[in-house]
């Protein structure tokens, strides 16, 4: 981008930038800045373009304005979605989105991390930090999932071994890191299972290429975010200041500052 001044800061992409402040998805970003939304010091953006904190930013005419965020750290918020739910900003078909549930925020908006299809219920994370979401999604770090499933019937010694030893699906091999039995409720089986990536609708097709019909999926854990017993279905819970250092010290990332 070029401009009438000299920046003084740091400088990376827009999108990357507008993405760390809670303003969108970096895709997201990327189809305004095509579309023509975005200026920076009165000029048009492009992709490409660099900025810095110090650079007059406006989407769609209104300033953003990024000192109020420098030295805050992000929100971070666990939601218990319930089956039925979408995981949109909202539906064609007028169902409940689970954005619905979130509490405002000032500047920014919230941001998912990862998603859960219809009619799968469980955690789910939101942030205002697109530099977090990013991170806790992207393939490279692998943070772990865990769901308990329950399926009719009980696994056998050769389905356990196929499902660590990873089954082909037509997008890939797949394979869970962990497979544990727990509970059982008449004829259905209760297992808790580990993955590191979030493929669509993984786990049914996953048993599926079994014979194995998936009656109940339940989200349990992502990465150190335990989905905790005491929090019911549709309910949400923000993380103190200091719990959200916490995690960030976990997972290795530095908040934008």
Known sequence: ?????????????????????????????????????????????????????EDRVEVDGRRIYFEAQKDMLPRVLLYYKPEGEVCSRSDPEKRRTVFESLPRVGLGRWIMVGRLDLNTSGLLLFTTDGGLANFLMHPSHEVEREYAVRILGGLTPAQISMLKQGVMLEDGLAKFLSLEEQAGEGANRWYHVVLKEGRNREIRRMFDALGLQVSRLIRVRYGPFTLP???????????????????????????KR
């Open 229 to 255: 017993a005491s929090l019911s279905r549709g309910r949400r819970m923000e993380f103190s200041v200091e719990e959200v250092k916490d995690f960030l010290k976990q997972l290795g990332y530095k908040a």
């Open 1 to 53: 981008m070029n401009s009438n001044k000299t920046n003084k800061l740091p400088t990376e992409k827009i999108q990357k930038t507008l993405s760390n402040q809670g303003l969108g998805s970096r895709r997201e970003l990327e189809t305004w800045i095509s579309a023509g939304r975005i200026r920076v010091n009165g000029q048009i953006a492009k992709l490409g373009d660099r900025i810095s904190l």
